[in-house]
């Protein structure tokens, strides 16, 4: 193979491979990045907050285990604190499993979004590459046609 072809078909396989928009992809995954730590850090929070209704409940129980027991406004006053705990504690667990689940779906779309930019960035990158390909061949027959017309002129020529 000529150096000129192979040169052409190394050009042609570095657009094919190489990526102009990978600037865009790598803003996207790194947004990807960022919501999946958040993600975990939420769930982290919500294992937390998860094992704090279930202390709040436990103290709950006993606080009416002790009301029942002995029947005074001390025990009362334990009750309803370790009851408005607990509901705080739930309202603040629902509030953060609706803030997960749609970190959850933000993140889902987020892979998708990237996966959809990598797929159209290699289909962009076959599809130059492959104009490329069909370009420099029509060029290269429209080259050898003027150079077979310059040969039969100067044979004419010389005749």
């Known amino acids: 193979m000529s150096p000129d072809r192979a040169l052409r078909r190394k050009n042609v396989e570095k657009i094919a491979t190489d990526s102009v928009t990978s600037d865009e992809i790598n803003a996207q995954r790194a947004e990807l990045t960022a919501a999946e730590r958040k993600l975990a850090r939420m769930d982290q929070g919500i294992a937390k907050i998860r094992e704090k209704v279930a202390r709040l409940r436990q103290r709950l129980a006993d606080a009416r285990h002790q009301g029942r027991q002995r029947n005074t406004a001390q025990t009362g006053r334990a009750v309803t604190t370790a009851s408005d705990k607990l509901d705080n504690a739930r309202q603040q667990r629902d509030k953060m499993l609706s803030e997960y689940r749609e970190?959850?779906?933000?993140?889902?779309?987020?892979?998708?979004?990237?996966?959809?930019l990598e797929k159209k960035e290699a289909a962009r990158q076959k599809a130059v590459a492959r104009f490329l390909k069909e370009w420099e061949r029509n060029y290269d027959r429209e080259m050898r046609m003027k150079e077979k017309t310059l040969r039969k002129r100067r044979r004419l020529l010389e005749t």
């Open 103 to 116: 970190l959850q779906l933000i993140v889902r779309d987020q892979r998708t979004l990237v996966d959809s």
